[in-house]
C-alpha cells in the first residue's frame, strides 16, 4: 500500500468538486445570458468599457494550484485535518516555503495578504516536524492558492484509522462492522440453526451498540468532536 500525499488527494476532491458544479455552472451560464446581453447593448449604445481589473493578476496563477474551500473542507474531513490561520501554526515554516512565495508575489507583481496552514491539529499545538503541513494563500474570489508542502506523506493506513472520526455515520458504519466480524468470529454456540442466529445477531448488536456508547461517553471526555464539525476550528479537539 502507497503512503497518502495529500497534495494529490486535495488536487482529486478539486476534479470532483469541478464535475459536480459543472450543472450549475451552465444553469447560471443561461440565466445570466439576458443579463450580458444588456451588459454588452449597454456598453455599444454608452460606450462603456470595463476599467483594468485590480485583480488582474489572478489569471497569471496557475488554475492547477487553485482549490475551492469545498475540496480542502473534503480533505480535512477525510483524514482529520485542520485548515486554519498560519499564525496559528506551532514551528518554524522552512525557508523553501518562503522563497516560493516570494518567487510567485514577484511573477504577479502583487503580495498576498491571508495565509492558511492545511495540517493535523496536533501541529498547532506542539513543534511536529513528521506531519506534512501545506501552505495555502487566501485570494479574493475565495479560493485558496497551493504555495508549499512540507513533511512526510501520510502513511495509507491513516485514512482507515481516522474514517470513524469523519461524522456520526462513519462512526456507526465502524462500530457495525467491528460488531459483524465479533458476531462471526465467536465459536458456535447452539447446534439449532435458529438459536444460532439469534445468539450470533445479540453479539453484532451488543458489539456495536457497546463500541457506540463508548466512543460517545470517550469523546465527551476529552471534549472530541468529529472531523466535519472542527476541520475549521481552532479552539475545538
Same mark, same amino acid.
Given at each position: ?5 495529500l497534495?494529490?488527494?486535495? $488536487?482529486?476532491?478539486? +476534479?470532483?468538486?469541478? /464535475?459536480?458544479t459543472?450543472? @450549475?455552472?451552465?444553469k447560471?451560464l443561461?440565466?445570466n445570458?439576458s443579463?450580458? @446581453? *444588456?451588459?454588452? $447593448?449597454?456598453?455599444?449604445t ?11 493578476w489572478?489569471? /497569471?496563477?496557475?488554475?492547477? *494550484?487553485? %482549490?475551492?474551500l469545498?475540496? &480542502? ?6 483524514f +482529520?485535518?485542520r #485548515? ?13 516555503? &518562503? *522563497?516560493?512565495?516570494k518567487?510567485i508575489?514577484s511573477?504577479?507583481?502583487t503580495t498576498?495578504?491571508?495565509f =492558511?496552514?492545511i495540517?493535523? /491539529?496536533?501541529?498547532?499545538?506542539l =513543534?511536529?516536524s ?5 501552505l ?6 475565495g479560493? #485558496?492558492?497551493?504555495?508549499?508542502q512540507w513533511?512526510d506523506?501520510m ?8 474514517y470513524?472520526?469523519?461524522h ?7 462500530s457495525? $462492522? &467491528? ?9 458456535? /454456540?447452539f447446534?439449532v440453526?435458529?438459536? @444460532?442466529f %439469534?445468539? *450470533?445477531? %445479540?453479539? #453484532?448488536s451488543?458489539?456495536?451498540c ?5 466512543s460517545?461517553i470517550t469523546? &465527551?471526555?476529552?471534549s472530541?468532536? #468529529?472531523? @466535519?464539525?472542527?476541520w ?5 479537539k
Amino acid at each position: 500500500m502507497n503512503d497518502i500525499n495529500l497534495l494529490e488527494e486535495m $488536487a482529486h476532491a478539486q +476534479r470532483e468538486f469541478e /464535475q459536480n458544479t459543472l450543472i @450549475e455552472e451552465v444553469k447560471t451560464l443561461l440565466a445570466n445570458d439576458s443579463k450580458n @446581453e *444588456r451588459s454588452i $447593448a449597454e456598453r455599444i449604445t454608452h460606450g462603456k468599457f470595463n476599467m483594468n481589473d485590480q485583480l488582474g493578476w489572478m489569471n /497569471q496563477l496557475e488554475s492547477t *494550484r487553485k %482549490f475551492n474551500l469545498e475540496a &480542502i473542507e473534503k480533505i480535512c474531513t477525510r483524514f +482529520r485535518l485542520r #485548515f486554519l490561520d498560519s499564525e496559528l501554526f506551532k514551528g518554524d515554516v522552512p525557508s523553501d516555503a &518562503i *522563497r516560493e512565495v516570494k518567487r510567485i508575489e514577484s511573477a504577479i507583481g502583487t503580495t498576498f495578504s491571508s495565509f =492558511k496552514i492545511i495540517a493535523p /491539529q496536533e501541529r498547532f499545538n506542539l =513543534k511536529d516536524s513528521t506531519k506534512d503541513p501545506i501552505l495555502m494563500a487566501e485570494l479574493p474570489n475565495g479560493q #485558496f492558492y497551493y504555495i508549499f508542502q512540507w513533511g512526510d506523506d501520510m502513511k495509507w493506513y491513516q485514512e482507515l484509522l481516522k474514517y470513524p472520526f469523519r461524522h456520526i455515520g462513519a462512526l456507526a458504519a465502524s462500530s457495525s $462492522a &467491528i460488531g459483524l466480524l465479533v458476531a462471526i468470529l465467536v465459536p458456535s /454456540q447452539f447446534e439449532v440453526v435458529h438459536s @444460532e442466529f %439469534f445468539f *450470533r445477531f %445479540f453479539m #453484532f448488536s451488543m458489539t456495536t451498540c457497546l463500541i457506540m456508547t463508548l466512543s460517545v461517553i470517550t469523546a &465527551i471526555m476529552y471534549s472530541k468532536d #468529529f472531523s @466535519e464539525n472542527v476541520w475549521n476550528s481552532k479552539f475545538i479537539k
